[in-house]
Every structure is written in structure tokens, then in C-alpha cells.
T-cell receptor, first 115, second 113 residues
Framework: KAGVTQTPRYLIKTRGQQVTLSCSPI?????VSWYQQTPGQGLQFLFE???????NKGNFPGRFSGRQFSNSRSEMNVSTLELGDSALYLC??????????????FGEGSRLTVL | TQLLEQSPQFLSIQEGENLTVYCNSS?????LQWYRQEPGEGPVLLVT?????EVKKLKRLTFQFGDARKDSSLHITAAQPGDTGLYLC?????????????FGKGTKLSVIP
């Protein structure tokens, strides 16, 4: 079956702009998580959605937001971009419901560069 | 905030050598996963361990979960160039958001032919 698809793969923005990233999970997966990956901080958890509800949120400012649609596709938005937002943004889907040891299936990521 | 430390940060070895990478936390894990990430790709799950003292083998890779569930190790026997990549451990903690995986910063492994 098709894997997790993220679009766009690469994008360049300037400070102050906003960006929207999209993630299509594996068919049947209702959980979608977002992570930010940078060389200095590694993978940091942004948020997780399950059945259109945000179940958990990481330690990021309110400029970072997300949502999930009824078909489980998810988007994340970053407003008022800063240079430090340059990173690889990874989306992961999972079939896990109430448990927390399910495998995460990651997409290839969206690489954002802020100039 | 839970902190998960991995060591070493970088490792460069010759093909055929053995190696061990470590993952440590001051808190008890509910479960722990190991992922491998290759350049330009997302991480891929290698194993999940949930029981203290558990040992799992995946071909030349051996994963061990500490008895106290605060640490884990990954041992690779006779490393091959195809093992090159970023190895990440990720844990879930009791009491934390049940759906949040905390990742270590990873060990970047290079296996030289």
C-alpha cells in the first residue's frame, strides 16, 4: 500500500511569511503526528491528531498549528516565519488507537528553508 | 520535559567491525523504539521493546532494553556499508501524553568499505 506522502518536498520562504505543509497518511491510519527535525535539536514533537482531534501538543509557539480532515489527511501551518524555523518537517501516521506503542510510518519530509 | 540521550553522537568504523550505540534516560520508559534514517528519507522503525531486560535480534542487530527500563542499546555485528545512517531511539513515558514519542538526537553511523 502507498506510504505517507508529504507535499511539498522542498520550499523556500522569507521571514514573516507563512507556510502550509500537507500530509496524506497510509490508508486506514487515523493518527497523524508532526515532527520538526534540525541538526542541533534532532526530532522534536509538534502535535498529534486522531480522528480530527488534537490529542497532544509539543512545546512549540502558537505560530505552529495543525489540523486533520475527515479523510485523515493533515496539514500544518507556520505563520510569521523565522530563520530558526528552517528544518525538515516530518509527518508520521500510525494505526494505533488507545495504545502508545504502535509503529510510526514516516513520510520523506518537507524541507523548509527560511531566508 | 523528558530527555533521552544517545551516545556516541558520531561513529565511523570499518566494514566488518562491531559497534554498540546507547540510549539513556533519567525516567522510566513505557516503551522504546529504535529507528534508522537514511539521507533524504524519513525514519524507519527497526524494533519496539516494552519489557525490562528484553533482548530482540534482527539479523546482525541486537537490541537490549535495560532491566529498569531507563536505557537501551543497539549492537551491530560485522557492520556493512548498508548499515550507514542515523540511528534514533524514541521512547514513551508513563504520565506523558500517551501519543507523544520523545526522540534522542541520534547516532550518525558511517561504515567505510
Amino acid at each position: 500500500k502507498a506510504g505517507v506522502t508529504q507535499t511539498p518536498r522542498y520550499l523556500i520562504k522569507t521571514r514573516g511569511q507563512q507556510v502550509t505543509l500537507s500530509c496524506s497518511p497510509i490508508s486506514g491510519h487515523r493518527s497523524v503526528s508532526w515532527y520538526q527535525q534540525t541538526p542541533g535539536q534532532g526530532l522534536q514533537f509538534l502535535f498529534e491528531y486522531f480522528s480530527e482531534t488534537q490529542r497532544n501538543k509539543g512545546n512549540f509557539p502558537g505560530r505552529f498549528s495543525g489540523r486533520q480532515f475527515s479523510n485523515s489527511r493533515s496539514e500544518m501551518n507556520v505563520s510569521t516565519l523565522e530563520l530558526g524555523d528552517s528544518a525538515l518537517y516530518l509527518c508520521a501516521s500510525s494505526s494505533r488507537g488507545s495504545g502508545n506503542t504502535g509503529e510510526l510510518f514516516f513520510g520523506e519530509g518537507s524541507r523548509l528553508t527560511v531566508l | 520535559t523528558q530527555l533521552l540521550e544517545q551516545s556516541p553522537q558520531f561513529l565511523s568504523i570499518q566494514e566488518g567491525e562491531n559497534l554498540t550505540v546507547y540510549c539513556n534516560s533519567s525516567s522510566v520508559f513505557s516503551s522504546l523504539q529504535w529507528y534508522r534514517q537514511e539521507p533524504g528519507e524519513g525514519p524507519v522503525l527497526l524494533v519496539t521493546v516494552v519489557t525490562g531486560g528484553e533482548v530482540k535480534k534482527l539479523k546482525r542487530l541486537t537490541f537490549q532494553f535495560g532491566d529498569a527500563r531507563k536505557d537501551s542499546s543497539l549492537h551491530i555485528t560485522a557492520a556493512q556499508p548498508g548499515d550507514t545512517g542515523l540511528y534514533l531511539c524514541a521512547g514513551t513515558y508513563s504520565g506523558a501524553g500517551s501519543y507523544q514519542l520523545t526522540f534522542g538526537k541520534g547516532t550518525k553511523l558511517s561504515v567505510i568499505p
